[in-house]
């Protein structure tokens, strides 16, 4: 027993293992794609982005569903729920879907051109249905309300933001422009982007509810109050003529031009124009038993579900008037996922094989997602009716029907699915950027034109006024033309600080030069702003240049303290001041939001000359993270967790126990809520030798010191593993056999050892736990084989690390200990 050497893997016998065939299938759409099989009869097609198409849950799984033809093209190859779990699923600007199962908390990335998983699964277990993602302009997140966590979903290779926690917990959450707007529990709003938070907005009174309109975020007051957010002060838009705790606002998943709310208990709608201050009203004729939710909107129109029946409530934005109920597929009482994408709105309730889609036109009809074990059919397995409902007003045909097939193919030859044409999305409302990116989705080319008519609204410059087509024709050439204003009418600014002014001119995307002027007399204050450059009336466009003039004197400070620094700052210079910003201690524990500013180093009520700077400190959102390694497990983590950061413990075999062996974030200054992962073993070591029987070459394996009696006559160290029956990671389970039934009855001997692997060894006593070891993967570790040899007629049974060395004839890798 000599020459015990380092570990590897346990090499055991393969014999011939079934594998499931792949079959390929070629699907004619646009063009021709491949489609993969693999294992138990599911198929991928590479489905075509960008087609009027929706991400839709189809029982366990999803499917990808083309709007024009009603089909589905593709489907996941793996299952993402069990039983009746829910799932959500969200189309990233990347082209990758989120899927969030609402029951598990585990969150499964696509690759959305081929239905295949971008990674492992993330679990969320305490998520549920508090967890959503969400999608902005640039990026995905998940927000998780109950732990008040929003974590970007980056795309592979990508570094992510850290993790934001919102303290105060979370309500609701949606995404405008590049950022995520919070709703907290406090009844205030926060604005997340980048990994920090960067600003939070008080009205000066409890938001109930936040949602998305014209490209803005809008909350909303328990008064029924809309106010857009996201300018550098809030200001009001007007009111929704709907309020009290039943109100429930439009989705993000479906918002337009209008700012949307329903009133569950009695069916009241509102609809404010954030352009006008116009509201329109309608009363859904519902009735009590209603279970109405989270409207949408699609060019002029707003549609509102009702789960009770299930159906979708169309009303008119402009005139209130509300159309006739849409049913939508599934059975009473069910919810369904209301999204609008590839210019329709869809309506699926995840069990059901049958999904409402309703044109950007306002015609309705049905997709068949395809049937399988996880979905019933509440249409008795038709076909989708390729008939269409009008509009109210209209009449009773509808577009020819979209089941195609080519009548000159021959009988025997399978039909071919007919190119189905692009149709123009609705883009009117929208920036010119967000209207070219819709268009650039729908595989069609965005084609620019300049409206030279000046506008006096800033929400109104650079917004697409008209398009040619109109939404849901057939473009000629696959363009789609905008026209939007890129002109404006220079407001007047004077009287005005300096600050408020640059804000008011940046807002029509001009550029701001303010300089000190005349000393301020009589009624005149420092840094009102007295000339400006160019004057109002005047006709100017993006980027153009203004000057302003203001006077100089002294100022007074205020009391800065409590606001996020950009908010402060721009308070700063709106009282005359230049800002200077200070980043100070970490916000980890003191319960504030980073940025938030807590020192100024002029106090409030003072004077002094305008311009001169004023200094903010305030709390940074990074701290300083040490090195852990050789530490206790438990402590590290303790001041992982009291430093803002997020402690994550790996286990894994180490020749140490409770110790700290590597983290995977040196030491350094890191942003609060980063992941810091230490690595360590929690499991005791054992520390393993085998012992010669006195009056034959017989070995056991024991412990250290555990000598059995009549054994002892030489001894040999085996390394560091661990006990029978720990759970490490890949254990390598060692189970010892054992004969005594009498005179060379054992393989030729009276008495016989022998440890391995295998479960079971006929007329020998086993088998009995013995020890761990390790899989052969570890880093430092030495393989240990059972090695066997015929010696005077008898079989021989030996423990080593050098096969050759001992002369056998054969072996069997157990696995691998520390040497």
Known sequence: MRGLRRPT????????????????????????????????GYSVARPLLGDGSAFLSRGHTVAHVNGETGKSDAQTAIELATGSEPIQTVRLPDGRVAVVNKTTGTVTILDGSTMAPTGPPMPNPDG??????????SSGYLVDKKGGTITELAPPGKPAAPVV???????????????????????????????????TVRLGEPVSGITVADGHPVAVTGAGKAYVVDSDRPHAIGDLGVAGSGVVLGSWRGAGRYVLAVDRTSGRVGVLDPRTGRTTRATLPAGPSARLDAPVVLGGDVYVPDYAKPQLWRVDAASGRVGRPLTVPGRQGDAFDLTVSGGHVWANSQYDRRALIVD????????????????RDSQSDREPAPTTTPRPGEGPSGPPSPR?????????????????????????????QAACRLIGQAKLTCVRRTDATPVVDPDQFAVVSTQDPEPGAVPDGKKVTITYPDRFTVPSVLSQTQGEACARLKAFMMKCQATIGAAATGAHRPGEVYQQTPPAGTEAGEGAVARLVYY????????????????????????????????????????????????????????????????????SANNTLPSYVGGSPGSACADITARGFTCQKTEQPYPSTDKVEAQDQPAGTYPIGTTVTIHYSPWALVDYWIYQKNDADVWVLRPKGDIPAGYGHQAFHVGLAYKAGENIPAPQAINGFTCTTGPSHCNGLDVNHFYSRIGAYQDWTGPSPAATFMDCGVSGTTPIYRVWRDAGGARLYGITSDPASWGAEDNERLGCVWP
């Open 404 to 432: 195609d097939s080519d009548a000159s193919a021959p009988p025997d030859r399978p039909s071919r699915q007919k190119p189905t044409p692009l149709k123009a999305p609705s883009v009117i409302g929208l920036s010119r």
């Open 360 to 375: 950007g036109d306002g015609r309705d009809h049905t997709a068949d997602k395809g049937a399988g074990p996880d979905v």
């Open 9 to 40: 893997w346990l090499r055991l016998p393969s014999g011939p293992a079934g594998r499931a065939g792949s079959a390929l299938m070629a699907v004619t759409l646009l063009v021709t794609v491949l489609a993969v099989s693999t294992g138990v």
């Open 165 to 199: 926690s919102v303290g105060t917990g979370i309500l609701d959450a949606v995404p405008a422009g590049d950022s995520v707007w919070v709703l907290t529990s406090a009844a205030q709003v926060v604005e997340v982007a980048d990994g920090r938070v960067r600003r």
């Open 552 to 619: 100089s004197g002294t100022g007074t400070t205020h009391d800065y303290k409590g606001q996020s620094v950009d908010a402060a700052c721009g308070q700063v210079q709106a009282d005359g001041f230049a800002c200077t910003r200070k980043e100070g201690a970490t916000a980890a524990g003191t319960g504030q939001q980073p940025g938030t500013v807590y020192d100024q180093d002029v106090p409030p009520n003072t004077r002094r000359n305008i311009k001169q700077p004023i200094t903010l400190t305030y709390y």
């Open 128 to 137: 549920g249905t508090q967890l959503e993602a969400l999608a902005t302009d």
